[in-house]
C-alpha cells in the first residue's frame, strides 16, 4: 500500500506540475477538517470562549469552527490567543500551527524553486520561444560570431535566437569576447538539438523569418548529416506555407559532395554554402588577382553595400551598354528576368555581365550595386545606340602555373582541383607539409576525378620543426605560394603557424635582396591574426570563418545572390578582376568614373571601382567623381574569365 | 517553328542568356548541361546546331564532340565550340576535335549568329 502510494506520488510529481499546489491543497484541507474536530473538544464551551482568539459570532457552529481551523494554518501567531482554552483545544491549535508552517514552508518552496527552475531553463537555454519574426541561427561554430557581427551591421532590428548543441556557457562567452556591435543585437541564445522537430518548435522556426543553419561544431564529421536532417525537417510542410510562405533560409555544408544531398533536402529552394568549395576557390581567386581578397571584404563585408534587383521604367530596346553609367551612384552589374516555361514553375535568371548589345525588354529587371540605404540616381542614359569593337589591347591575363602549397588541410584537394581548372597551359603544384606521403595518398584517393592531365601534383616533407628545409624548397620560384590553415595537429592553433610559416617567408624574401617574390595567399580562422601578419610578405589573407559567414548572412537575406556568388567564383564563368588602369584611360590626367566606366563597358566589362596608391580599395565610386591615377593604379571589373 | 538549337553549357548564367537572346531571333533551344548529357541530346533531339561549351562536367566539349564526330548518325551536326580559352592552339585543338567553328567567350552575339547561319542547313 505504502509503496503503490510512493510509486502515484513520484508519477504525479514527474508527469504534472501542477501536481505539488494540489498536493499541498489536500493537505491544508486535511488539516483543516482534522482541526475542525476540536469542536467535539470544547471549541465553544464557556471555558474556551473566554480565550482571545475563539469567537463564535457566526453562531457556534460549521463556519466559526472553519474559520478557526483555517486561521491556525495561515497565521501560527494565532496559537497564543487560545490561552485559558481546554487542553483538547489547544492541542488542535498546536497541531494546525505546526502543520501551517510545514504546509507555508512547502508552498514558498514550490515557488521559490519554479522560479529558480525557470531561472535555470533560460540560463540553459531551455525556454520556450514567443517570437514572431526573428532571425534563427541553428548550429553554433566559430563563423556565429561574424554572422552576429554583420547583422548589426545590416541593421538588423529583429531579435536573433541561437539553438545549438554546444555548450551555452560556451556561445555566450564567445558572444562576450566578440564585437562591441553585438550589443545593438537581442540575442537570445538557446541550448538544443537543431534536428528534432519539438526543439524547432521551441524556438519558434515555423515563426522566424531568416534561418542561418551553421555546421554544429559539435557533431564533428557528422555535422552535415544533421544540417541535411534539419533541411529536410525545415522544408517540410510544418515549416513551410501554402506556396513556399515559410521563412528564408541559408545552409553551410561542409564537405562539396554533401552539397548536393543538401540541395535536395532543401528541394533546391534554399541557397547552400559549400565551406570547403567556397574557401578553395576564393584561395585561388586571390592567386589569381592578388589583392582580391581586400576588394571581396570591402564589396561584400563592410556593410557599405548591397546587390539589389531594380525595376526600371521603360528598358525596352536600351542596349544593356547604356546603362553603365545610369545611375550616378550605382553600378549595374546585369539583368534578371522570370523564366516561365510551360509546366515548370517560375525561375528567376539572372545573368552577370551580359554583352553591351543586349537588347532589354520590359521584363527585364536589372541587378544594382548601390550603398546601403541610398536611392539610386538616375542621369541621362548615354547615347551610344550600336556595339562597337572594342580595340585592340595587350592584356596580361593571370595565367598560374607554378603553385607552392604550405601545410595540410581537407581543403587542399579541392584547391588543388580549383588551380587546375583555370589552368590555360600545364600546371605544377607541390605541396610541402608534415607526413607528406599520408597527405598525397588521402588528396589522390579523394580527388582523383578532380585532378586533370594537365596537372602534376607532388608532395614534398615539410614541418616548422625543420624550418631550414623551406630555403631547399626554393619559394621565390613559384608563381604564388598558399598557406592553408593547417588544422590537423589540434595541439597548436592553426593560425599561429601561419604566422610561423609567413614569418619565415618574410626572411626568404629578406634574403632574396629586393628580387621579385611571389604572392603570398593565406588562410587564416580568425580575423584578429591579420593585425600579426604585418611586415609579413603576405598578399591576400583569406579569414575563411568570416567570408564564409558574410555570405551566409546575406544569402539569407537576398536568397537571389547564391546565383552570383557561384558565377563569381566559379571558373570559366564571369569573375572580379583587377586590371592595370592604364588599360581604360590616361594616366596623370584627371578623369571622371563615368568615363572609365565607358572605357570598360566597350571590353565588355563593368567597373566595380578602383585599387589606388592614393584611395586604396573604392568601390562605387560616384560617376561625376574626377580622378588623376598612376602606373599601378588597377581598376576592379566584372568580367568574363578568359585564359590566354 | 525556327531552326533548333542545341547549348551544351554548364555555367547556368551562360546557359539563360545565351539561350534567351537566341529565343529572341527566333530559334529553338534545346539544353544540356555536361558533354554526356549533350551527346545523348544530340541523338534524341536530333538538333539542327550544336553551340558546344569545352570546360564541361562528365565529358569534356572535346571529348563530346569527338565522340559526335565519330557517330555515323550524329557526324552531319554541325557543332561550334564555345570557349574561354582564347589562344590560338586552344581553337585547333576544338577544330581537331571536329567542331566545325570557334568562338571565344564573351560570345559577340552578331559573330556567332553569322557563323551558324553558314553552318545551319538551308
Known amino acids: 500500500m505504502f ?14 506540475r501542477v501536481f505539488p499546489y494540489l498536493l499541498i491543497l489536500g493537505l491544508a484541507s486535511l488539516v483543516i477538517l482534522v482541526g475542525m474536530t476540536a469542536y467535539f473538544f470544547g471549541l465553544f464551551s464557556a471555558e474556551a ?3 482571545e482568539g475563539i469567537d463564535d459570532a457566526l453562531g457556534g457552529g460549521l463556519l466559526d469552527t472553519l474559520w478557526w481551523s483555517m486561521k491556525h494554518i495561515l497565521d501560527p501567531g494565532a496559537l497564543s490567543e487560545n490561552y485559558g482554552a481546554p487542553a483538547g483545544v489547544i492541542f488542535f491549535a498546536l497541531f494546525n500551527s505546526i502543520m501551517g508552517l510545514i504546509i507555508t514552508g512547502a508552498l514558498i518552496g514550490f515557488i521559490v524553486s519554479a522560479i529558480q527552475s525557470a531561472m535555470e531553463d533560460a540560463r540553459r537555454g531551455s525556454a520556450t520561444i514567443r517570437e514572431n519574426g526573428h532571425y534563427l541561427i541553428l548550429g553554433w561554430n566559430r563563423k556565429g560570431i561574424v554572422i552576429l557581427e554583420l547583422l548589426a551591421k545590416l541593421g538588423a532590428t529583429n531579435r536573433v535566437v541561437v539553438l545549438t548543441e554546444t555548450d551555452i556557457e560556451q556561445v555566450r562567452t564567445d558572444i562576450r569576447q566578440g564585437p562591441r556591435l553585438l550589443k545593438q543585437l537581442t540575442l537570445l541564445p538557446m541550448q538544443g538539438s537543431i534536428s528534432v522537430n519539438s526543439e524547432l518548435r521551441r524556438v519558434a522556426a515555423h515563426r522566424a523569418s531568416h534561418i542561418i543553419l551553421l555546421s554544429e561544431s559539435k557533431s564533428g564529421a557528422g555535422s552535415d548529416l544533421t544540417t541535411i536532417k534539419t533541411l529536410t525537417l525545415l522544408n517540410s510542410g510544418l515549416y513551410q506555407g501554402p506556396g513556399g510562405n515559410g521563412p528564408k533560409i541559408a545552409a553551410e555544408i561542409v564537405n562539396k559532395e554533401n552539397a548536393v544531398i543538401a540541395g535536395i533536402a532543401s528541394k533546391h529552394n534554399h541557397p547552400i554554402v559549400s565551406s570547403s568549395d567556397f574557401i578553395s576557390k576564393t584561395m585561388v581567386q586571390c592567386a589569381r588577382y592578388p589583392g582580391y581578397a581586400e576588394v571581396y571584404n570591402e564589396l561584400f563585408a563592410s556593410g557599405k553595400f548591397s546587390i539589389e534587383i531594380c525595376t526600371i521604367p521603360n528598358l525596352d530596346g536600351v542596349l ?15 539583368v534578371s528576368w522570370t523564366d516561365q516555361k510551360a509546366g515548370e514553375n517560375p525561375r528567376r535568371a539572372s545573368v552577370l555581365n551580359p554583352e553591351p ?7 527585364d529587371e536589372i541587378i544594382v550595386l548601390k550603398g546601403i540605404d541610398s536611392p539610386l540616381e538616375r542621369v541621362d542614359l548615354d547615347s551610344f545606340s550600336s556595339w562597337e569593337e572594342p580595340p585592340e589591347r595587350e592584356t596580361t591575363r593571370p595565367n598560374v602555373k607554378k603553385v607552392l602549397i604550405l601545410a595540410y588541410n581537407a581543403n587542399l584537394g579541392l584547391i588543388v582541383a580549383e588551380l587546375a581548372k583555370h589552368a590555360a597551359s600545364d600546371i605544377s603544384v607541390v605541396v610541402a607539409c608534415a607526413d607528406a ?4 595518398a588521402l588528396v589522390r584517393a579523394r580527388y582523383s576525378d578532380l585532378l586533370s592531365g594537365h596537372l602534376t601534383l607532388s608532395f614534398t616533407e615539410f614541418d616548422l620543426a625543420e624550418a631550414w628545409r623551406l630555403d631547399g624548397i626554393r619559394p621565390w620560384e613559384f608563381d604564388v605560394i598558399f598557406i592553408v590553415a593547417d588544422e590537423v595537429d589540434k595541439t597548436i592553433d592553426a593560425d599561429s603557424k601561419t604566422i610561423m610559416l609567413l614569418l619565415l617567408l618574410g626572411e626568404i624574401e629578406n634574403k632574396q635582396n629586393n628580387e621579385a617574390f611571389p604572392p603570398v595567399v593565406a588562410e587564416l580562422l580568425n580575423s584578429e591574426s591579420k593585425q600579426l601578419c604585418v611586415g609579413t610578405p603576405l598578399t591576400d589573407a583569406i579569414v575563411s570563418t568570416e567570408i564564409l559567414s558574410i555570405q ?3 544569402l539569407v537575406r537576398e536568397p537571389f545572390l547564391e546565383t552570383l556568388y557561384k558565377e563569381l567564383l566559379n571558373a570559366g564563368g564571369i569573375e572580379i578582376g583587377l586590371r592595370p588602369i592604364e588599360h581604360y584611360v590616361q594616366l596623370g590626367v584627371p578623369v571622371s568614373i563615368a568615363g572609365i566606366t565607358r572605357s570598360a563597358m566597350r571590353f565588355n566589362e563593368i567597373a566595380l571601382g578602383y585599387r589606388s596608391v592614393q584611395d586604396g580599395v573604392m568601390i562605387n565610386p560616384s560617376k561625376d567623381q574626377l580622378c588623376i591615377f598612376e602606373e599601378s593604379d588597377l581598376l576592379i571589373v566584372l568580367a568574363q574569365q578568359v585564359y590566354t | 517553328m525556327g531552326k533548333k538549337i542545341l547549348i551544351v553549357e554548364d555555367n547556368e548564367m551562360n546557359r539563360d542568356m545565351l539561350s534567351r537572346r537566341l529565343v529572341r531571333k527566333g530559334y529553338e533551344i534545346v539544353i544540356a548541361v555536361d558533354g554526356a548529357a549533350g551527346l545523348e541530346m544530340m541523338k534524341s533531339e536530333r538538333p539542327d546546331l550544336v553551340l558546344m561549351d569545352m570546360g564541361l562536367p562528365v565529358m569534356d566539349g572535346w571529348a563530346a564532340t569527338a565522340n559526335a564526330k565519330a557517330d555515323e548518325t550524329l557526324k552531319m551536326i554541325p557543332i561550334i565550340a ?4 582564347a589562344l590560338e592552339a586552344d581553337r585547333v585543338r576544338a577544330l581537331e576535335a571536329g567542331a566545325d567553328d570557334f568562338e571565344t567567350k564573351p560570345i559577340n552575339l552578331a559573330g556567332l549568329l553569322e557563323k551558324m547561319t553558314v553552318l545551319l542547313p538551308a
Open chain 1, 3 to 16: 509503496k503503490r502510494l510512493n510509486y502515484y506520488l513520484f508519477l504525479f510529481s514527474t508527469t504534472s
Open chain 1, 49 to 51: 470562549i473566554l480565550a
Open chain 1, 320 to 334: 544593356f551598354g547604356n546603362l553603365a553609367s545610369a545611375f550616378n551612384n550605382g553600378a549595374v552589374l546585369g
Open chain 1, 357 to 363: 548589345d543586349y537588347d532589354l525588354t520590359d521584363d
Open chain 1, 437 to 440: 606521403k599520408s597527405s598525397e
Open chain 1, 552 to 554: 551566409l548572412a546575406q
Open chain 2, 82 to 85: 564555345l570557349t574561354a580559352h
